[in-house]
């Protein structure tokens, strides 16, 4: 069974991370259908110059402001699933066996824990407090996948916050 994703990115000044992220989703896909969608605010550093000849990324431009760009970017979306991604963040490497056990079990929403590339043991510790339950221990929205039904039943995000 083929699983369809739409990848959706924001993005403000992230020449140096937009491609990078785009091939490494590729390369852990394997052949599997997605769509790679990345909605940028209006970067000066030559992001979006940088997608112009990419045929299978789907660039839109529009105003500045994350809830804004998130939405904008999941009205394009065609696929099942929603998945809302940083550029300068990774998925796991097993991320299409995630999402195929979401869907069996017939999940609407998931995240994935944070971890960073960089061994500092400030970093780390973040890292771990991110498995506690506590508003001041969220990080915010770097990596979320959503069933685009539950998307549009919650209204999508909050253009004012």
Not at 8 to 20: A, C, Q, S, W, Y
Request: with cysteine.
């Amino acid at each position: 069974m083929r699983m369809q994703v739409s990848v959706i990115v924001p993005t403000l000044n992230e020449v140096e991370n937009i491609l990078d992220l785009f091939q490494y989703f590729k390369g852990i896909s394997e052949g599997r259908e997605f769509e790679f969608i990345v909605v940028d605010g209006g970067s000066k550093d030559g992001t979006v110059e940088c997608l112009l000849n990419h045929e299978e990324i789907v660039l839109i431009c529009t105003s500045a402001g994350r809830a804004h760009q998130l939405n904008t970017g999941a009205k394009y979306a065609t696929a099942r699933w929603l998945y809302f991604l940083h550029a300068d963040t990774r998925p796991p490497v097993d991320f299409w066996a995630h999402l195929e056990d979401m869907d069996q079990k017939e999940y609407e929403s998931g995240c994935f824990r944070l971890a960073f590339d960089d061994p500092h043991p400030l970093l780390r510790f973040c890292s771990w407090c991110t498995r506690i339950d506590w508003n001041c221990f969220r990080f915010g929205d770097q990596s979320l996948l959503v069933s685009i039904e539950l998307f549009h039943r919650l209204g999508g995000y909050d253009n004012d916050r």
